[in-house]
């Protein structure tokens, strides 16, 4: 509960945050830096001209602009192959596409992170009824909790992985939970030990929230598939929607068989008017990452200085744009979304409440005043009315937009503490 009473100047406090934290921002300028120049270069490496922001419709066939993105996108990531495509709807549709084209029946899928995303549970089958899950299909799985501090627990893990065992799903960020995200050090870690006790073993990254938040991705250091949604991290806050997939050609290949039909693969699917967003959208990610990541620091040092736990704390090591705020009950979870929401460009005059969403086991609000729907790397703040009643924030087309909703979230929060 906060310790601040609510006449509180939080334009004051916000003031004193920023000049904690100033020091901070460079390092994550540092890291912006570099991630730019790289995705630079993929752009001048695939020679990349005007002529490939043409759309196309129909088919789809022999579209030359998406041929260079998915090129652009590899050379991004540090893989052999990419499908970067409008018609993948969403970060859970990407997953979904890997598991299903990779996972055969009587394969196991192995997830150490305890209980994965909950869009991911009626995708694997451990929630729902007969849907065409995973486990409907024959696919085994295996869940290996974490330790005491949320980390992957090693000496469970060995015993966990069997013959059948085909494919690790690692989840990079904290998704509705307080594990840490995996950093590319950890991430790397754990990608040598389970390919040490089974060589054959796949391993694919839920990559959502972690693209260009450190100086490495997770192909970098042993991930066999990514997957991620272009209306977050690598969308840079313009992609109208979409989803990537990118990883070793074979892999890329399977999730495109069943994006489309076997045999058909990616070799169609029309980009219609979103080329251009898609191309622009990448070269500014590294830049609007930064951005996130300097907002998700100043509402973690911000909500400190108004009494609440956060995770992770304001001068942690972040690997990605999600910040944590245990607020503790539900009218409070429920105050912080409409604040934001007040403190939003679009849609400031709504009031968003907790509805039974698809795909999620609880209650969930989401404030999301944004110009594409949904779109995280914007600004949004959502959670599910659940124990311990935590807010997950994430995005920020920049650090003062981040301030101002913040700013407009604490004002409901004290006015209902």
């Keep these: 509960m906060s310790t601040i009473k609510k006449q509180t100047d939080l334009f004051g406090v916000a003031e004193e945050v920023e000049q904690e934290i100033k020091e901070l921002y460079k390092g994550i300028d540092k890291k912006a830096f570099y991630n730019h120049k790289k995705v630079l270069e993929a752009f001048r490496s695939a020679k990349v001209s005007d002529y490939h922001f043409q759309g196309s419709t129909g088919y789809g066939y022999g579209d030359r602009g998406r041929e260079v993105l998915e090129k652009v996108y590899s050379f991004v990531f540090n893989t052999e192959a990419s499908l970067v495509r409008g018609q993948i709807v969403s970060g859970t549709h990407a997953l979904a596409l890997c598991l299903y084209g990779i996972l055969r029946p009587g394969d196991e899928l192995l997830f150490v992170q305890g209980t994965p995303y909950d869009t991911l549970e009626e995708v694997i089958g451990v929630r729902g009824g007969d849907n065409g899950s995973l486990c409907e299909f024959g696919v085994g799985y295996k869940q290996v909790e974490t330790t005491a501090d949320g980390n992957p627990d090693y000496a469970r893990i060995a015993p966990s992985i069997g013959k059948n065992t085909k494919l690790l799903l690692i989840q990079r960020s904290r998704g509705y939970s307080l594990m840490p995200a995996l950093s590319i050090i950890e991430i790397k870690k754990l990608i040598a030990?389970?390919?040490?006790?089974?060589?054959?073993?796949?391993?694919?990254?839920?990559?959502?929230?972690?693209?260009?938040?450190?100086?490495?991705?997770?192909?970098?250091?042993?991930?066999?598939?990514?997957?991620?949604?272009?209306?977050?991290n690598p969308g840079g806050g313009i992609a109208p929607t979409g989803g990537y997939i990118t990883g070793k050609k074979r892999l890329v290949e399977m999730a495109a068989n069943r994006f489309t039909a076997p045999g058909v693969g990616g070799e169609v699917g029309p980009v219609l008017d979103w080329q251009r967003l898609f191309f622009q959208g990448l070269f500014l990610a590294p830049h609007t990452v930064s951005e996130a990541l300097k907002g998700a620091v100043f509402t973690a040092r911000f909500f400190e200085r108004l009494g609440f736990e956060v995770f992770p704390k304001y001068d942690e090591h972040r690997s990605d744009i999600i910040q944590a705020v245990r607020l503790g009950s539900p009218e409070l979870v429920t105050a912080f979304c409409q604040g934001l929401q007040k403190g939003s460009p679009v849609d400031s005059h709504v009031l968003p409440e907790p509805w039974g969403m698809p795909g999620y086991s609880d209650q969930v609000i989401m404030a999301a005043g944004t110009f594409v729907q949904g779109a995280s790397l914007e600004l949004t703040a959502d959670g599910p009315i659940r124990p311990p009643y935590i807010v997950y924030t994430q995005g920020g087309l920049s650090k003062e937009y981040v301030k101002l909703g913040v700013i407009s979230a604490a004002r409901e929060v004290l006015a209902k503490s």
């Design 193 to 232: 030990y389970v390919k040490k006790v089974k060589p054959d073993i796949l391993v694919m990254v839920d990559n959502c929230y972690g693209e260009m938040v450190e100086e490495k991705e997770p192909a970098e250091v042993g991930a066999d598939i990514l997957a991620g949604s272009l209306i977050k």
